[in-house]
């Protein structure tokens, strides 16, 4: 099975940098998810990252490190829009992905 | 557009009565998922198909079925025996490549209370 573990929530302020933290642990590692769910809508996906390092796509990144179990994502230049739940999800085994609770990130003026 | 689509947004039932939501995909995605989610928690799987008339049981299945008739078509029942409904209920689907993990795209969800 896996354990993926994140932040319940997170402040930040408009045009700043905010990193959200994600460790897992899992039986079979077949790559890690980032999606991001505004209240009451459906999660969205913004990333997939199965190989060690930095992708970046826009203001976004993501980072994994497989040997620590852990993985970030990286927002810069944060907006108003980007107040939501990120949600770090473990991909392991053939189709089989466990979600993490989400971290509700309030970005404030 | 392509896309995934459930319907209603909101649904209010009755306890004790079956309800049916619906799925619908036009992506040609193979794979197609039923999630729910309660406050505070991750999404959980509870019926997954690969292929048409192929379902699998996910890890909170007890309560719910679903059909897998069409491939653009993947509607979950919430019977009666499923003793906690009220929820927030998302359907998804993805390509099937035959090896990894394929990215799950999700319908705008429906919500169900049960009163």
């Known amino acids: 099975g896996q354990n993926i573990d994140q932040p319940t929530e997170m402040t930040a302020t408009e045009g700043a940098i905010v990193q959200i933290n994600c460790t897992y642990q899992?039986?079979?590692?077949?790559?890690l998810f980032w999606y991001q769910q505004h209240a009451g809508e459906a999660p969205t996906f913004l990333s997939y990252?199965?190989?060690?390092g930095l992708e970046e796509k826009g203001r976004f990144s993501s980072f994994l490190s497989r040997s620590k179990g852990y993985s970030y994502l990286l927002l810069k230049e944060l907006q108003m829009k980007d107040s939501a739940s990120y949600l770090c999800?473990?991909?392991?085994?053939?189709?089989?992905?466990?979600f993490g609770t989400g971290t509700k990130l309030q970005v404030i003026p | 557009d392509g896309g995934i689509t459930q319907s209603p947004k909101y649904l209010f039932r009755k306890e004790g009565q079956n309800v049916t939501l619906s799925c619908e995909q036009n992506?040609?995605?193979?794979?197609m998922y039923w999630y729910r989610q309660d406050p505070g928690q991750g999404l959980r799987l509870i019926y997954y198909?690969?292929?048409?008339?192929?379902?699998q049981k996910g890890d909170i299945a007890e309560g719910y079925s679903v059909s897998r008739e069409k491939k653009e078509s993947f509607p979950l029942t919430v019977t009666s025996a499923q003793k906690n409904p009220t929820a927030f209920y998302l359907c998804?689907?993805?390509?099937?490549?035959?090896?990894?993990?394929?990215?799950?795209?999700f319908g705008p969800g429906t919500r169900l209370t049960v009163l």
């Open positions: 998804a689907s993805s390509i099937r490549s035959g090896g990894g993990t394929d990215t799950q795209y």
């Open positions: 899992t039986s079979g590692f077949n790559g």
């Open positions: 990252n199965v190989l060690d």
């Open positions: 999800v473990g991909a392991g085994g053939y189709q089989k992905v466990t």
């Open positions: 992506l040609n995605h193979d794979a």
């Open positions: 198909s690969q292929i048409v008339n192929d379902f």
